[in-house]
Each structure stands twice: as structure tokens, then as C-alpha cells.
């Protein structure tokens, strides 16, 4: 079978670098300093103005931020947290990584978001399990929020606090019960809001993450945690012996580990990569948004057959993802064949994500669990290419090999 050759390859998301993004960290290497220093001040402080939180507390990576907003809340063993089955795993794994255990919870079966009802049998099964919840982990999959509102409403209502997991979601708006609209990591309904910066997100920093918040004693120890447990301001230390002078003056010398701690600092050459690429973030957003608005057309004659995932209501997404819905059982193909086909033709595809609860590690702790939910939304979701530098004619592209390689099938089994 002749096919034209494929142009360039499309990946399913990548990185857009562009010579401010060289200059900014060219400069750091010129300078002083390599790890925390002048460029990560900038960037969280360009980063809570961004997302209109009071502070931003920057760290090696979003696994670290989600641990840190995790141990922050004194999450330890015999405490328990939920999460949305549908998720990359180190939502789950911050919350091991304390001692404690990840309850699942079941997801919207068209857009993979948690729901109220979802949330309302967590906690149900966290009891019947003898947990007590100390957090909740709402996940804004592919950048929509779910329903923050009821959400948080029923975390207080079990005196459970939230951390959003927000890696996907920069850039993202919600509602808010007042009927205004706060960009995610205002935290308006939660304590924390965790952000990533690995270069398949919307904003790259190479690795790195960060934590907002609007209460300065949460981020007050978050730089603590990050940085060891050790603090050289006075105001913290807890040993006046060994910390002051004779006349009560701080030794300059002195610092006090005051509780264990990591090292999960960021350094200034990725917070310059980052705070250059967040100095564009309404353009990444805005041609994302282009992109799946165009996607959202052209695959509307598709109808059933594939469907853009379920929009989310009182949410003004981000997208960082373009996941679809494919009905693959009437299609009489799977999910391998036509990720396969679409391989064939330099176009690159990834599921997000398979359901946690089935992983093995989190099956064999909890191995009655069913989430039909979650296990709907895995069965048929994929997600396309969607990343800065794609044109409209490569989305075009992408749907014409999609409609192609599905009607195939439809006409063979219509045959
Ligand atoms: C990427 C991601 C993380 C982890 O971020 P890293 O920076 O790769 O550690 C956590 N949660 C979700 C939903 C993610 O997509």
C-alpha cells in the first residue's frame, strides 16, 4: 500500500525552547550561583503573583512538591489520603513515601476527574478500613479542574484538608462559589496547590516543582523540608545555647535541624529556565487552547466513535493534554492497533494513565477494589498530540490518520 511519507514526527507532547530560554540560563551559568539562589526567588515569586497565591515554595520536582505538601500536613503511618484512581502515580506514591496509604477513589468515566460521589465512597471505605483521611488529592487530569466546590466542601465536612495536584493544570481557571473565577493555585478552596515543571508540561524546567499556598506557615515549612529541616533564621531556632552569644546575638555560623528534612531544592539554572517559560505561559496556553479547539471540530463528525473527553463545568482549562475517548469494542480494534497504526505514520500517542488501584504495588493493598469509573475512562481513553509547536495542519494531519486507520476497521467489519 503507497501512503505519502510522513513529515516530521509528532510526539505526543514535547518541550518549545526558544533563545530567551538559552540567554536565561546562559546567564545563570555566568554568574554566582548554581543551585538556590537569586533566579529561584524570582520564580516563585513570579509564579504566586501567576497564580495569585500569597507564597510559592519551589522544589526539585513535582514528586517532591505533592511529598512535602504531604508531609506538611503530618500525613505518617496509620493516616490515610485520597486520591483519584486516574492519575500518574507519584500522587499515590507522596502520600506512601510519608508511611501513610492511598485510598482510591472513582472518576468522572468521561473525563477521569474525581466526583463528589467518588470522594463520599473513599471515605467510606477509608472507615471500613479503619483510616483516618487526612487529605485529599483532587487531580486536574489533562488541565480541568473537577468540581472544587462540593469537592471541598465534603473534605471539611470530614475534616480532611486538600492538596490539588495540579501538575497538568498551569494556567488553568476555576469557579469559585462566590461565582468569580481564580486561576488554580490560588488555592481559594484548598491548602496547597502542587505544580511540575518536566518538560511534557505545559512549562518546562528541565525537572522542578513547586508548592503555592496563601498560609505562611505551610510555606514557611515546606523550605524547611525541602532544604534538610535545618533553618538559619533565629527567629526558629529552638536551642538558645548553642544558637547565641553571650549577648543574645545568633552565631553566624550557627544553623539547627529542627526536623528531618530532604534535600529537594531546586536550582537557579532550572528556575531560570522556568521563570522564562512562565513569562510566556499565556501564549502556550492560548495556542493550546487553539489547537484543541480545532481537534474539538474536526473530530465532531466522528461523533460516538471518538469523543473529546466530557468538558468540566465552572473550569476554563488549560489543556495540557488532548485525551479523547475511543470506542474501540465497536470499532473491533484495540487500543494497541491503532496506537501501532498511528505510530506507523510518525504521529504519537500515550494512555493517561492506567488506574492506580490495578497497579500491583497498590492492588495487593487493597485487592477488593472496583472502580468502574476509573476502569471506563482506561478502556478507552488516548491522548494526541498536543504541544506548542504543533500548526493546525498537523492536527489535521492527526485526525485524518485517526479517521483513516478507524474506518478501516469499520469497513472491514461491515464486510
Ligand atoms: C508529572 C506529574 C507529576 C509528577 O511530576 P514530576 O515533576 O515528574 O515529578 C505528578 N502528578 C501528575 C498528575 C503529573 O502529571
Known sequence: MSRPQAAGFLPYARQQIDDRDIDA???????EWLTTGPAVLRFEQALALRCGARQAVSCSSGTAALHLACLVLDLGPGDAAIVPAITFL?????????GAEP???????????????GLEAGFARARTRGLVIKAVLPVHLAGQCPDLTSLSQLARA??????????????????????????????????MAVFSFHPVKTIAGGEGGAVTTNDPDIARRLALLRN????????????????FDRRGTANPWYYEMVELGWNYRLSDIHAALALSQLGRLDQFVERRRGLAQRYDELLAPLGRLVQPIRRSRGCLPAWHL?????DFAALDTDRAAVMAGLRAVGIGTQVHYIPLHRQPYYRQRDPGLVLEGA????????????????SFADVGRVVDELQGILSRRVTKVAS
Do not use: K
Not at 107 to 113: C, F, S, Y
Not at 228 to 243: C, P, V, Y
Not at 376 to 387: E, K
Open 90 to 98: 507519584a500522587t499515590a506514591n507522596a502520600v506512601r513515601m510519608t
Open 375 to 390: 476502569d471506563a475512562y482506561y478502556r478507552r481513553t488516548l491522548s494526541l498530540p498536543l504541544y506548542f509547536g504543533m
Open 25 to 31: 540560563v546562559t546567564s545563570v551559568l555566568r554568574g
Open 322 to 326: 488532548y485525551s479523547v475517548l475511543i
Open 228 to 243: 534538610h529541616g535545618m533553618t538559619h533564621d533565629a527567629a526558629e531556632f529552638r536551642d538558645g545555647d548553642l544558637g
Open 158 to 191: 470530614e475534616g480532611a484538608r486538600i492538596i490539588e495536584d495540579a501538575c497538568h493544570a498551569i494556567g488553568t481557571y476555576h469557579a469559585c462559589p462566590n461565582g468569580s473565577a481564580a486561576p488554580v493555585g490560588a488555592c481559594r478552596l484548598s491548602e
Open 103 to 117: 485510598v482510591f477513589a472513582d472518576v468522572d468515566a468521561d473525563n477521569g476527574l474525581l466526583t463528589a460521589a
